[in-house]
Each structure stands twice: as C-alpha cells, then as structure tokens.
C-alpha cells in the first residue's frame, strides 16, 4: 500500500522552509560588465560545517510519473544545490523534520531555470529529474579525507505514490 503525494509549484515562499529556489525571477539585483549582464545577487544560503564548498555534475536516470518515493535523506553539516543545466522540469521533493524522523513529504515541480538548495539537516529525496540526460551542477560540502560521513538515511515503512 502507498500513500499519495500531489506535486506542487514550486514557490518560493512554500519552498523556505526547506531552503531556497534559485531562479532569474523579476529584474537583476544589479547590472553589471558595462550595462551588459545582470546579476541575480546571492541566491542561497550555502553552507559547510567543515570541509569545503565544492561543485560536482549529476547525471541521474529520469523518473517516471507516478513513482514511489521509498527513503530520503539528509546532511547536517552542509547545503545542498542543485542547478539544473538544461530546461528541462525535475521534481524538488522534502520533509519537513518530526523528532529527527521524516514527516509528511512534499514534491515541488521545478520549472525551467529553476534550481533549488536544500539547507543543512533538510530531509530530501535524492535527484529526480523527469527527462533524460537532464544534468545538474550540484555545489555541496566536500567531505574531508574523501569520506561521506554525513548522509543520513530514512526508508520508509510504507512508500509514497508521487502523482502528477
């Protein structure tokens, strides 16, 4: 047996709790190189408990609608961004934090241009893109000696059905 999810847009404000949509929305916080470029100013609140920040490319096996969404994960000591590198839509989808366990998801449909950043401790599903060959920049804590040492796991008990 699953339980149902509906996916939702993917808005800002809805999105804040789990941390931030970088997206070239409205007018450039600046303008910048001669009037030639603007500049959509800090968009995420990147973070490294220890280690350092780095930038990585993700190429995952696209996801078909429905699918069951069976664990999630999480990383204390870091933020997490994903910056799709195509237009194509990817599914953002998180769990808010119930006594270090996670509660109720919520899938957030990313629409072109749109990337997302989870903040540190964010329960999230792993990358799940809706196209093929969609790739991503991910920038993330590079874990020191080369050792992932701050993936936490969940599997669910019983899986949740994500429905377009």
């Known amino acids: 047996m ?5 996916i939702e847009a993917l808005d800002p404000a809805a999105f804040a709790p789990f941390g931030d949509v970088v997206a070239a929305s409205g007018a450039p916080d600046r303008i910048i190189n ?5 500049r959509w100013h ?3 609140r990147l973070s490294a408990a220890d280690g350092r920040i780095g930038v990585s490319l993700f190429r995952s096996t696209p996801r078909q609608l429905p699918f069951e ?4 994960e999480r990383h204390a000591l870091g933020s997490q961004a994903f910056i799709p590198l195509a237009c ?3 599914l953002a ?3 808010p934090d119930q006594d270090g366990r996670p509660g109720h998801p919520r899938a957030f449909l990313a629409a072109a241009g749109e990337g ?3 903040l540190p401790g964010i329960w999230h599903a792993v990358l799940t893109p809706l ?3 969609t790739l991503f920049a991910v920038i993330d804590r590079i874990a020191s000696h080369n050792a992932d040492d701050d993936t936490e796991v969940h599997e669910f008990d019983t899986p949740y059905l994500i429905e377009p």
């Open 131 to 133: 196209a093929a060959g």
């Open 88 to 90: 194509d839509p990817y």
């Open 2 to 6: 699953t339980r149902g999810i509906q």
């Open 69 to 72: 969404l069976t664990f999630v």
């Open 93 to 95: 989808i998180v769990c």
């Open 116 to 118: 997302v950043n989870y």
């Open 42 to 44: 800090d968009l995420a």
């Open 34 to 38: 001669q009037d030639r470029c603007g």
